[in-house]
């Protein structure tokens, strides 16, 4: 006989691994599917990236008991610098004027990976199936059904939590909006000449978006965005070629760059699930919204719908609802749609009009930059969302348990 969960997650990166701990400890049967083995080596985005947290995603940590586990190797951001190469304009945030400790924190997605395993590793409630890959879905009215090589499942609620090419989303047809930029990231971890003083540099460039994001050790995170077509020349580079390319790009803000760590590139695309719902069926994280770096919203966005979903079903149940069913899950959408649509489109905005090189256009960008700087409510209302602080905020957020 089938084992029948109450809920089931496809996928043990941030999302799903998050999404286990938010429901664990509520008396739900819950099962976790990876198709890799749940070792942080091993699973495929657990890796050197560095992960700009916003504050509000620290918070949800830090209520999921997870945040403990982080802290160490978690660097705060105090301050963020916005400009663009060649032109007049910057722009800052600063975590004093917002009153917080901090705007942010950069940690490793190895180290934040980590940390979700260990505190999964101690929370008895949730059968781990991994490696296990899941080869087909059906949906019926009281139940999914959730194949997997040898063995299959059932579930109140799938949640597919199973990234950027999901396959449950994939199975289950549901309409994705695509958009390709025609540009890679290369990320790598950089040791500057100068101490980065918590300060978090974005610099627009003719090629894409460039970031310098405090880490801990004295280093910084880099993410360089470039046109495709010169990923593979860049990656080529030896060390010394590498940093003198990246320091025409970036500047001296950070003294001589020192030195460069390993570089890994990534093909960079957006992709959104308008409608992330269906009957016994919720899409999350990147299975739901893919984005491009440039603003560091990605898996922040990622975790509030883990805090929402988690906050709507564990309140469903309790009140005797189906965790499946229609009604419940509309309410989680109606609660997301908003955020996800915001943080989507303007990402896309920030990397389309920061991508064209026009005399004009770049003007009117410096110029605006600059008026952003002389209007303190106008940036108090962009720290606030970029620290995920904006709109009806879930349970978690505010620190709140569920
Ligand atoms: C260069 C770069 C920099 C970034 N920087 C930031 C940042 O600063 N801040 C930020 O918030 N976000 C950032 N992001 C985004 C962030 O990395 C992603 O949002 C996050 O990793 C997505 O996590 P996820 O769990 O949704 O998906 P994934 O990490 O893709 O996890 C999906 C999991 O599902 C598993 N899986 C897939 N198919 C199956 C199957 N059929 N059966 C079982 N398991 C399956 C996979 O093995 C995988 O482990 C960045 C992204 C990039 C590329």
């Given at each position: 006989?089938?084992?029948?969960?109450?809920?089931?997650?496809?996928?043990?990166?941030?999302?799903?691994?998050?999404?286990?701990?938010?429901?664990?400890?509520?008396?739900?049967?819950?099962?976790?599917?990876?198709?890799?083995?749940?070792?942080?080596?091993?699973?495929?985005?657990?890796?050197?990236?560095?992960?700009?947290?916003?504050?509000?995603?620290?918070?949800?940590?830090?209520?999921?008991?997870?945040?403990?586990?982080?802290?160490?190797?978690a660097e705060p951001?105090?301050?963020?610098?916005?400009?663009?190469?060649?032109?007049?304009?910057?722009?800052h945030l600063d975590a004093d004027e917002e009153q917080v400790p901090a705007l942010g924190y950069v940690i490793t997605a190895r180290d934040l990976g980590a940390a979700l395993l260990a505190r999964l590793?101690?929370?008895p409630d949730i059968d781990i199936i991994a490696p296990g890959r899941v080869q087909w879905v059906n949906i019926e009215d009281d139940l999914a059904h959730i194949g997997l090589q040898e063995q299959a499942l059932c579930a109140r609620l799938l949640v597919a939590a199973d990234g950027g090419n999901s396959f449950v989303r994939q199975q289950l047809c549901f309409e994705v909006k695509r958009r390709e930029y025609g540009q890679s990231a290369i990320t790598a971890n950089i040791t500057p000449g100068r101490h980065h003083q918590h300060i978090a540099y974005e610099r627009f460039t003719r090629n894409g978006p460039l970031a310098m994001l405090p880490m801990t050790q004295q280093r910084c995170a880099l993410v360089w965005t470039v046109r495709d077509e010169m990923a593979g020349e860049i990656l080529s580079l030896d060390e010394q070629q590498f940093l003198e390319r990246l320091q025409q790009q970036?500047?001296?803000?950070?003294?001589?760059?020192?030195?460069?760590?390993?570089?890994?590139?990534?093909?960079?695309?957006?992709?959104?699930?308008?409608?992330?719902?269906?009957?016994?069926?919720?899409?999350?994280?990147?299975?739901?919204?893919?984005?491009?770096?440039?603003?560091?919203?990605?898996?922040?966005?990622?975790i509030r719908d883990v805090a929402a979903l988690a906050e709507v079903v564990l309140q469903g149940i309790q009140s005797g609802e189906d965790p499946g069913s229609t009604t419940v899950l509309q309410r989680y959408q109606r609660?997301?749609?908003?955020?996800?649509?915001?943080?989507?489109?303007?990402?896309?905005?920030?990397?389309?009009?920061?991508?064209?090189d026009l005399p004009p256009?770049?003007?009117?960008?410096?110029?605006?930059?600059?008026?952003?700087e002389g209007l303190p409510?106008?940036?108090?209302?962009?720290?606030?969302?970029a620290m995920g602080l904006t709109g009806r905020l879930p349970r978690l957020s505010r620190g709140l348990s569920l």
């Amino acid at each position: 006989m089938k084992q029948v969960y109450d809920i089931t997650i496809v996928g043990g990166g941030m999302a799903g691994a998050s999404l286990a701990i938010a429901l664990s400890s509520h008396g739900l049967r819950i099962a976790l599917i990876e198709a890799s083995p749940l070792k942080v080596d091993s699973v495929p985005n657990y890796d050197d990236r560095g992960i700009a947290l916003a504050l509000g995603s620290q918070r949800i940590f830090a209520a999921l008991r997870t945040w403990e586990g982080m802290e160490e190797q978690a660097e705060p951001i105090r301050h963020i610098h916005v400009s663009e190469q060649g032109g007049f304009g910057f722009t800052h945030l600063d975590a004093d004027e917002e009153q917080v400790p901090a705007l942010g924190y950069v940690i490793t997605a190895r180290d934040l990976g980590a940390a979700l395993l260990a505190r999964l590793s101690r929370l008895p409630d949730i059968d781990i199936i991994a490696p296990g890959r899941v080869q087909w879905v059906n949906i019926e009215d009281d139940l999914a059904h959730i194949g997997l090589q040898e063995q299959a499942l059932c579930a109140r609620l799938l949640v597919a939590a199973d990234g950027g090419n999901s396959f449950v989303r994939q199975q289950l047809c549901f309409e994705v909006k695509r958009r390709e930029y025609g540009q890679s990231a290369i990320t790598a971890n950089i040791t500057p000449g100068r101490h980065h003083q918590h300060i978090a540099y974005e610099r627009f460039t003719r090629n894409g978006p460039l970031a310098m994001l405090p880490m801990t050790q004295q280093r910084c995170a880099l993410v360089w965005t470039v046109r495709d077509e010169m990923a593979g020349e860049i990656l080529s580079l030896d060390e010394q070629q590498f940093l003198e390319r990246l320091q025409q790009q970036f500047g001296w803000r950070l003294g001589r760059l020192q030195r460069a760590g390993k570089r890994n590139s990534y093909p960079l695309s957006q992709l959104y699930v308008p409608d992330a719902i269906q009957h016994r069926t919720a899409v999350i994280g990147n299975a739901a919204h893919t984005l491009h770096p440039v603003a560091g919203q990605g898996f922040n966005l990622g975790i509030r719908d883990v805090a929402a979903l988690a906050e709507v079903v564990l309140q469903g149940i309790q009140s005797g609802e189906d965790p499946g069913s229609t009604t419940v899950l509309q309410r989680y959408q109606r609660w997301r749609r908003k955020d996800q649509q915001q943080v989507v489109q303007l990402t896309d905005a920030l990397v389309r009009g920061f991508s064209n090189d026009l005399p004009p256009l770049k003007l009117a960008r410096n110029l605006g930059i600059l008026a952003l700087e002389g209007l303190p409510p106008a940036r108090h209302l962009i720290a606030r969302t970029a620290m995920g602080l904006t709109g009806r905020l879930p349970r978690l957020s505010r620190g709140l348990s569920l």
